[in-house]
């Protein structure tokens, strides 16, 4: 059994991790709420603007819509890859690299990949076995509608251009804090809804379909791309927050058994005291 030294060393160690972790928790936990009510204020706008662009697609033939809906064979793909630029935050990063890393292994495989990262744990694993086109760590650092808008416009460029055929999102999508689901999204080229023969989509359009269509394309692919960030924005301080309550419950546990085991050491330690001065004073009566 280690000496009482050691023991009291342990112990004071673990409360300052308890410390640390305790005070991580309760700083997502506040992050959180915030980043939570921003993707719940954005998610169903972004979704009607995404159908709403689909609805349109489908029935536009100007250059505009065909440009941005081209469906070309597949040789060069681009994965944009959302992780967080810190950890401590159980399996938020893990998994979007092991998704990434199916996806060039599995689904496109024998076809040209590169990638796009925003957040550094992502950049940093990822780059040592795939190419990584462009790295945009400091988007987290000011996450507003302009700077996603750049990555967006960026993205669009390459597309349009024909130096990718496809390209993809990964991230995590917020559903509470405690989970977290990984998504694969196709962000071009743009996918006609499906509709029944019989649903009417008589809109009546000012100024026109094509000038509508001219500004909401752009304006709907920055806006799916700004959802997805936001929604792993909030997925990270939701796995953070999961991880260091779990990681100051398992100090707490620590710390119980720890104490345990140092008052017996102590008991044995008094007791063993105990017993040489009896001792001694046996053999000074005899």
Do not use: W
């Amino acid at each position: 059994m280690a000496n009482l030294k050691e023991i009291r060393s342990r112990i004071s160690s673990v409360k300052s991790t308890m410390q640390i972790t305790s005070a991580m928790k309760m700083v997502s936990a506040a992050k959180l709420k915030k980043a939570q009510d921003a993707i719940t204020a954005m998610r169903p706008y972004a979704n009607k603007l995404t159908e709403l662009l689909q609805s349109l697609s489908a029935t536009l033939d100007s250059d505009v819509g065909n440009q941005y809906s081209s469906q070309r064979e597949v040789k060069k793909v681009m994965i944009v890859a959302i992780t967080s630029n810190r950890g401590l935050c159980g399996a938020f990063n893990s998994n979007v690299i092991k998704e990434t890393n199916r996806l060039v292994e599995e689904d496109y495989n024998g076809k040209e990949v590169l990638l796009v990262t925003v957040g550094k744990k992502g950049n940093d694993i990822l780059s040592k076995s795939n190419t990584v086109a462009v790295n945009n760590n400091e988007v987290f650092d000011d996450l507003t509608f302009e700077n996603v808008s750049e990555i967006a416009e960026m993205l669009m460029t390459k597309f349009v251009e024909a130096e990718v055929d496809r390209i993809d999102l990964v991230y995590n999508k917020f559903k509470n804090a405690a989970t977290q689901i990984v998504m694969t999204e196709q962000f071009l080229p743009i996918t006609a809804v499906k509709t029944e023969s019989n649903v009417n989509l008589d809109y009546i359009f000012e100024p026109s379909k094509i000038e509508i269509v001219e500004q909401l394309i752009p304006k709907s692919l920055k806006t799916q791309l700004f959802k997805a960030i936001r929604d792993s924005f909030a997925s990270e301080h939701g796995a953070r927050m999961t991880a260091m309550h779990k990681a100051t419950d398992n100090a707490t546990e620590l710390r119980d058994q720890l104490t345990l085991a140092y008052n017996k050491a102590r008991q044995a330690a008094i007791t063993n005291e105990i017993l040489e001065i009896v001792g001694g004073a046996e053999a000074l009566n005899n």
